[in-house]
């Protein structure tokens, strides 16, 4: 699950990590109200899920609070890589003498969580590893003992070479790890880390993102989603069991497994076609959970057809397929659809299939195919 | 031969009299699996399948002298479970369970390594040495003895591919589902030196998915420390950046993690990799000369 920056900002401050004053407005007004009549510079800057915002103009500068509107104005309602701009944060900018980036991740290699931090602050961290990995230092912490003081030292010397500064970066890390565990994170970022020119150290801009399998005991956390259109229908189809992704093609496709499911949406591809989602169903044959799935699937306007994937494991083929059929004649659509079973009792539940009328295929391939064909007419 | 597990496995299931717990102890037990007990605390005494139940790992140990086991608890409680098979002395312990947490994953990885324990998941199908042993959900009667080694990130895309082998002849040492999460137990490399080292398997299919480095790690080793054919395939490749393909360790972030840094790593490796599933069988005939 994602947040906004300003709910990152939120819970640094909980967490006593220091940021410049803020507020997030929703229109124009609340910024007219909210911001204080004194006109300094301020940076005004959209809320939205995805990166790369200050090239597509939605980060602004701003010297007055007259100004401040104009700008707001112009970032509220604006369009981002398909999402609608619906809040700004309006903060104080401050000026800065030096940038850094810290961060801390989920490693997989060496399954911990990992402390990154490198000099180069305020651009793409991704970029500082692909070009020059040797900038960017980490450090492996013990879950057992968590992030010591000497660690978050031993980090920050390397950033900072006045004992004040070093003292106060190590004091952001220790709480930022803090911050991190206590709320399952999966990514927390302080990019930029700045050195003021009154040698303050402070946090400018902040990512976080949580396990989606920990929200269960995160209900604060959960509280403060803020879910756009697509990612509320992931949730939605979350809660039924589901797990849905929207894509941008044209053929719709319904799977058990999320390996297969990923397979199908490549086959899909290579025959030249455009996969309109992902969608995993899971392993039972639960006519409803069928039901729903279609439901889902066929909202989207986009898919002309839709390819039905099933391998049978445990959950025999025949059992899937009397699942289908019930689930099929509820949903009355127009949207051709290519079914494709094999596993375990293939062969009777391509018989129950039949009775659908529908086509019935016993490759991937072929399913593929059909589907692409089928999307064209 | 095969890895990890034959004949002389003896597994206990733990979560033994919860639904999915009983359900697959009858079928791990009808194909063959040496299933000694189970636990579920304050049950003790009971029987679930013919199996004993037991109130805790340490007692089933005990009484029994098991060395694997296989978890199928809430996943609110699965770290609590790995550990306590870990400090009763299990060598193998398989988490089926899905949607633990990965902080919960982190704190269990110093345990294992403390006891010395090895965890195939969590959020896996489980392992099968065909004709000897089957710990955990795979459907059985797919699989075929054979010199075939299999690892997956996958569970259905698994099925699907041992199948295929299966119907064209190639039957399997020993396949496992090593589990689609970010943070799990043992991975490519660790069991591609336990199939190197295996001599009835001649031949190794990995199946990998987008999401992490693990893929572009296997290729290496097979490159340095390899001396047996292996074949690959990566599901993913028209996956979207930054969205979780399902697994939650199907993301590509960043931009790592994509399926054709993977191809590429494996292409540099002359680990050939199938364009789609149904190749498999072929690509692994030709490396067997078959």
Redesign the interface.
């Known amino acids: 699950m994602k947040i906004h920056e300003y709910q990152a900002r939120n819970l640094f401050r909980k967490y006593g990590i220091p940021v410049p004053e803020g507020v997030v407005c929703h229109t124009v007004d609340e910024v007219k109200q909210n911001v204080s009549d004194k006109d300094k510079l301020r940076v005004i800057k959209a809320q939205v899920h995805v990166g790369g915002r200050g090239k597509a103009g939605g980060v602004k500068l701003a010297n007055t609070k007259a100004e401040a509107v104009e700008k707001a104005e112009q970032i509220l309602g604006m369009d981002i890589k398909g999402i609608t701009v619906e809040k700004v944060l309006v903060a104080d900018a401050v000026d800065i003498e030096k940038e850094f980036y810290v961060g801390l991740i989920?490693d997989?290699?060496t399954?911990?969580?990992t402390l990154m931090a490198s000099a180069e602050g305020g651009v793409?961290?991704?970029e500082v590893a692909k070009v020059s990995p040797e900038k960017i230092i980490k450090m492996p912490i013990?879950?057992?003992m968590g992030l010591m003081p000497w660690q978050a030292r031993k980090i920050a010397i390397q950033l900072f070479a006045d004992p004040k500064e070093i003292r106060q970066c190590a004091n952001i890390l220790v709480k930022l790890y803090q911050l991190y565990?206590e709320t399952?994170s999966?990514l927390a970022e302080i990019n930029p880390l700045v050195l003021t020119p009154d040698k303050q150290v402070l946090a400018i801009d902040g990512k976080m993102n949580f396990?989606?399998?920990?929200l269960?005991?995160q209900k604060e956390i959960l509280s403060m989603r803020e879910a756009d259109k697509d990612e509320l229908k992931e949730i939605e189809a979350n809660a039924k069991g589901l797990?849905y992704?929207k894509?941008d093609g044209n053929i719709g496709c319904m799977?058990?497994?999320?390996?297969?499911?990923?397979?199908t949406?490549?086959?899909?591809?290579?025959y030249g076609g455009e996969?309109a989602n992902?969608l995993?169903i899971g392993?039972s044959s639960n006519p409803q959970k069928v039901v729903d799935a279609m439901n889902i699937l066929l909202s989207d306007q986009n898919v002309k057809s839709v390819m039905i994937n099933i391998?049978?494991?445990?959950t025999r083929c025949d059992d899937v397929a009397r699942g289908l059929v019930i689930a099929l004649d509820q949903i009355k659509t127009d949207v051709p659809i290519v079914i494709r079973l094999?596993?375990?009792n293939a062969k009777e539940g391509l018989e129950i299939i039949k009775q659908t009328g529908l086509p019935v295929v016993e490759?991937?391939?072929e399913a593929a195919q059909t589907a692409i064909e089928l999307s064209k007419k | 031969m095969s890895i990890l597990i034959n004949k002389d496995t003896k597994v206990i299931v733990q979560g033994i009299t919860g639904r999915d717990g009983a359900f697959h102890t009858s079928k791990m037990k009808a194909y063959g699996t040496n299933i000694v007990g189970g636990t579920s605390p304050g049950k003790a005494g009971q029987e679930v399948e013919g199996v004993p139940v037991f109130n805790s790992v340490e007692d089933a140990v005990k009484a029994t002298g098991a060395n694997a086991s296989v978890i199928f608890v809430p996943a609110a409680f699965a770290a609590d479970a790995i550990m306590e098979a870990s400090y009763a002395g299990i060598d193998l312990v398989v988490c089926i369970t899905e949607h633990v947490p990965v902080q919960d994953m982190i704190k269990v990885t110093p345990v294992l390594k403390k006891h010395g324990t090895k965890l195939i998941g969590a959020n896996c199908p489980g392992l099968i040495t065909p004709d000897e042993c089957l710990i955990g959900i795979l459907p059985a009667m797919i699989f075929k003895k054979g010199n075939v080694g299999l690892i997956s990130r996958s569970g259905t895309l698994t099925y699907e591919v041992v199948n295929m082998l299966t119907e064209s002849g190639l039957g399997q040492t020993t396949c496992v589902g090593i589990g689609g999460d970010a943070v799990s137990g043992l991975y490519f490399i660790d069991l591609l030196e336990m199939y190197e080292n295996d001599p009835a398997t001649e031949a190794v299919v990995l199946i990998g998915e987008i999401g992490g480095d693990a893929e572009e790690q296997a290729a290496r080793f097979i490159k340095e420390k390899m001396t047996k054919p292996v074949v690959a395939f990566i599901a993913g490749q028209s996956a979207p950046p930054g969205k979780r393909m399902g697994h939650a360790g199907a993301i590509i972030s960043s931009g790592s993690g994509t399926a054709e840094e993977k191809i590429k790593a494996f292409k540099a490796a002359d680990v050939p990799v199938a364009k789609e599933p149904r190749d498999i069988p072929g690509l692994v005939k030709e490396k067997l000369g078959l």
């Open positions: 989920n997989r290699n399954k911990s969580v793409e961290i991704e013990d879950p057992s565990v399952d999966s396990d989606d399998n920990a269960y005991r797990s992704i894509l799977v058990n497994g999320a390996g297969l499911a990923m397979a949406m490549d086959m899909i591809k290579l996969p992902f995993d392993g391998f049978g494991g445990i094999s596993g375990t490759t991937m391939r």
